[in-house]
C-alpha cells in the first residue's frame, strides 16, 4: 500500500516543494519524474512534473501569481493521489488512472513562480534585493497580497498574445499588474514558454485564485470555440465554477490567452476558492477546492483520447 506524500493542508512553500517532489520521485520511479525547466530571478528552480507513459501530452501549471500558492499545493495534491492509483490499479470518480496514464502524459509546473511564493510566505528578508522589494510595497513588511514577481511583473501579463493592448498596465514594476518592459522579459515565463514550445501539448491548464470562474475562451474561433467550449462545460460539470464570457476585445498577455491564441488549441484557467480579495485563499478552503478539482487532470486526460479534441 502507498501512502500519500504531500500534505497540502499547510503553507506550501518552496522547500516543500522540493522535498515533496524527491520523495515522489523516489517512491514513483518508471511513472514520475521531475525535471527543471529554468531559473527565478533569485536563482530558484522552476520544476516540471512529468506523470505517465502515454503518447499524447497535456500541461497543468500554477502559481503564476505569487499569493496562489495553494494551486500549488492542489497541484501536488492531485499528482500524489494519482501516482498512488496508479500503482493500486484504482479509479479516481469514473476515470480508470492506469488506462489513462497509460495513453497520455500530465505535465505539471506546480510551482511557475517560487520567488513570489516565498516572498509572500516568509517577507522580503531572504530576497536577494529586499530594499527594493520594501520600497514596491510602500514600505509595508506584509507581502501577503504580493502577485508579481520577485522584480515586479506579472507573469501571467507577460505572454506574447496583444501583450502590446494588455488594459490596466501600471507602467512600472509594482505588487502586480506591470506587465514587464517586453513579453517574455522575466526568466520564469520565458522557462515556461519554451517547455510549452518544446513539447506538443494538446490543451493547457493554469490554475489561479480565486472567485470559482474558468477562463476558457479568450479569442478562439471555428471549431477551436467550440471544442474549448465542450471541456469547458465539463470542467464546469464537476467545479460548479462559472464560465467568463470576455467579451470582443478580452485583455491578452496570459498564459492560456497566448496558447489558445498562438497554438489554436484549447486551454483554461480555473480561479480556484470562493472570491477572497487580495491574499492567499485560506487552508479552511481547500477541502471544497479539492473535491471540486481532484479530477480535473484526469478528466482533460481522458477526454483528449477523444475524437473531437485534434
Ligand atoms: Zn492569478
Same mark, same amino acid.
Given at each position: 500500500?502507498? *501512502?500519500? @506524500?504531500?500534505?497540502?493542508?499547510?503553507?506550501?512553500?518552496?522547500?516543500?516543494?522540493?522535498?515533496?517532489?524527491?520523495?515522489?520521485?523516489?517512491?514513483y520511479? =518508471?511513472?514520475?519524474?521531475?525535471?527543471?525547466i529554468?531559473?527565478?530571478?533569485?536563482?530558484?528552480?522552476?520544476?516540471?512534473?512529468?506523470?505517465? #507513459?502515454?503518447?499524447?501530452?497535456?500541461?497543468?501549471? =500554477?502559481?503564476?501569481h505569487? /499569493?496562489?500558492?495553494?494551486?500549488?499545493s492542489?497541484?501536488? !495534491? &492531485?499528482?500524489?493521489?494519482?501516482?498512488?492509483?496508479?500503482?493500486?490499479?484504482? %479509479? @479516481?470518480?469514473?476515470?480508470?488512472?492506469?488506462?489513462?496514464?497509460?495513453?497520455? *502524459? @500530465?505535465?505539471?509546473?506546480?510551482?511557475? #513562480?517560487?520567488?513570489?511564493?516565498?516572498?509572500?510566505?516568509?517577507?522580503?528578508?531572504?530576497?536577494?534585493?529586499?530594499?527594493?522589494?520594501?520600497?514596491?510595497?510602500?514600505?509595508? /513588511?506584509?507581502?501577503?497580497?504580493?502577485?508579481?514577481?520577485?522584480?515586479?511583473?506579472?507573469l501571467? /501579463?507577460?505572454?506574447?498574445?496583444?501583450?502590446? !493592448?494588455?488594459?490596466?498596465?501600471? =507602467?512600472?514594476?509594482?505588487? &502586480?499588474?506591470?506587465?514587464? !518592459?517586453?513579453?517574455?522579459?522575466?526568466?520564469?515565463?520565458?522557462?515556461?514558454?519554451?517547455?510549452?514550445?518544446?513539447?506538443d501539448?494538446?490543451?493547457?491548464?493554469?490554475?489561479?485564485? %480565486?472567485?470559482?470562474?474558468?477562463?476558457?475562451?479568450?479569442?478562439?474561433?471555428?471549431?477551436?470555440?467550440?471544442?474549448?467550449?465542450?471541456?469547458?462545460?465539463? @470542467?464546469?460539470?464537476? *467545479?460548479?465554477?462559472?464560465?467568463?464570457?470576455?467579451g470582443?476585445?478580452?485583455? =491578452?498577455?496570459?498564459?492560456?490567452?497566448?496558447?489558445?491564441?498562438?497554438?489554436k488549441?484549447?486551454?483554461? *484557467?480555473?480561479?480556484? %476558492?470562493?472570491?477572497?480579495?487580495?491574499r492567499?485563499?485560506?487552508?479552511?478552503?481547500?477541502?471544497?477546492?479539492?473535491?471540486?478539482?481532484?479530477?480535473?487532470?484526469?478528466?482533460?486526460?481522458?477526454?483528449?483520447g477523444?475524437?473531437?479534441?485534434?
Amino acid at each position: 500500500m502507498a *501512502t500519500l @506524500i504531500v500534505n497540502p493542508k499547510q503553507l506550501y512553500g518552496y522547500e516543500q516543494l522540493q522535498k515533496d517532489l524527491a520523495k515522489l520521485e523516489t517512491t514513483y520511479q =518508471g511513472l514520475l519524474s521531475t525535471q527543471i525547466i529554468g531559473k527565478s530571478v533569485d536563482h530558484r528552480n522552476i520544476y516540471a512534473v512529468k506523470l505517465g #507513459n502515454g503518447k499524447s501530452e497535456i500541461f497543468l501549471n =500554477g502559481a503564476h501569481h505569487a /499569493r496562489e500558492w495553494l494551486t500549488t499545493s492542489l497541484l501536488m !495534491n &492531485m499528482i500524489d493521489v494519482y501516482c498512488k492509483a496508479y500503482v493500486e490499479e484504482e %479509479s @479516481i470518480g469514473e476515470f480508470d488512472v492506469r488506462n489513462i496514464l497509460d495513453n497520455t *502524459t @500530465i505535465w505539471f509546473v506546480p510551482m511557475v #513562480n517560487p520567488d513570489g511564493v516565498e516572498l509572500v510566505q516568509k517577507g522580503h528578508e531572504n530576497a536577494k534585493n529586499p530594499e527594493f522589494l520594501l520600497e514596491l510595497n510602500d514600505g509595508q /513588511r506584509d507581502f501577503s497580497s504580493w502577485k508579481a514577481n520577485i522584480r515586479g511583473v506579472d507573469l501571467n /501579463r507577460q505572454y506574447p498574445a496583444d501583450w502590446g !493592448n494588455i488594459a490596466d498596465d501600471v =507602467g512600472q514594476p509594482a505588487p &502586480m499588474m506591470f506587465k514587464g !518592459n517586453s513579453p517574455l522579459s522575466e526568466p520564469e515565463t520565458k522557462a515556461v514558454y519554451e517547455f510549452t514550445l518544446a513539447h506538443d501539448f494538446k490543451l493547457a491548464v493554469a490554475y489561479h485564485s %480565486s472567485g470559482e470562474e474558468l477562463f476558457w475562451k479568450y479569442n478562439a474561433t471555428g471549431q477551436l470555440l467550440k471544442t474549448a467550449r465542450k471541456l469547458a462545460d465539463k @470542467i464546469v460539470e464537476k *467545479t460548479g465554477y462559472d464560465l467568463v464570457f470576455p467579451g470582443d476585445n478580452p485583455s =491578452g498577455g496570459g498564459y492560456t490567452d497566448w496558447f489558445i491564441d498562438s497554438l489554436k488549441r484549447p486551454a483554461f *484557467t480555473p480561479e480556484i %476558492s470562493p472570491l477572497v480579495g487580495p491574499r492567499p485563499v485560506p487552508l479552511s478552503n481547500y477541502d471544497k477546492i479539492w473535491q471540486d478539482n481532484k479530477e480535473i487532470g484526469l478528466l482533460l486526460a481522458a477526454e483528449i483520447g477523444k475524437k473531437y479534441v485534434t
